[in-house]
Nanobody, 125 residues
C-alpha cells in the first residue's frame, strides 16, 4: 500500500502561481507513472498531468498546456505540479495519484490506484 500526501494548495488571484507537492510513503512508486487529477464542484474528476517513471514522458490536459508543468524527483519519491498563470477555472481539489501497475502511457486514467487526500486550489479575485 502506498500513501500519498499533497501540499501546496491555497487561495490565489488570477495570474498567480502555485506549486503542489506530493510525497509518497514508499519509493516503489518510482517504478510507476504518477499524475495529478482535479475535481471541481459538480464536475467529474479529470486528469491534469501525468508523468512516466523516469520523467521522459509527460502529458497534459489541453486547457493547462503551456501553463502547468509536472515533474518528479525519484530520490525524494515526490511529484510536483508547477501551476502558472492560474485562472478561475483552475479552481478545484487537486489529487496526486500513483499507478498500481506498469503502464506505458501516463495519460491513461484507469492505471491510477493510489490517491492522496487532495489539496484545495482556489483562484479568485
Amino acid at each position: 500500500q502506498v500513501q500519498l500526501v499533497e501540499s501546496g494548495g491555497g487561495t490565489v488571484q488570477p495570474g498567480d502561481s502555485l506549486r503542489l507537492s506530493c510525497v509518497a510513503s514508499r519509493r516503489t512508486v518510482n517504478l510507476y507513472n504518477m499524475a495529478w487529477f482535479r475535481q471541481a464542484p459538480g464536475k467529474e474528476r479529470e486528469i491534469v498531468a501525468g508523468i512516466s517513471q523516469l520523467g521522459t514522458r509527460r502529458s497534459y490536459l489541453d486547457s493547462v498546456k503551456d501553463r502547468f508543468t509536472i515533474s518528479r524527483d525519484n530520490a525524494k519519491a515526490t511529484v510536483y505540479l508547477q501551476m502558472n498563470s492560474l485562472k478561475s477555472e483552475d479552481t478545484a481539489v487537486y489529487y496526486c495519484a500513483a499507478a498500481g501497475t506498469i503502464w506505458s502511457d501516463p495519460a491513461t486514467s484507469r492505471q491510477y490506484n493510489y490517491w492522496g487526500q487532495g489539496t484545495q486550489v482556489t483562484v479568485s479575485s
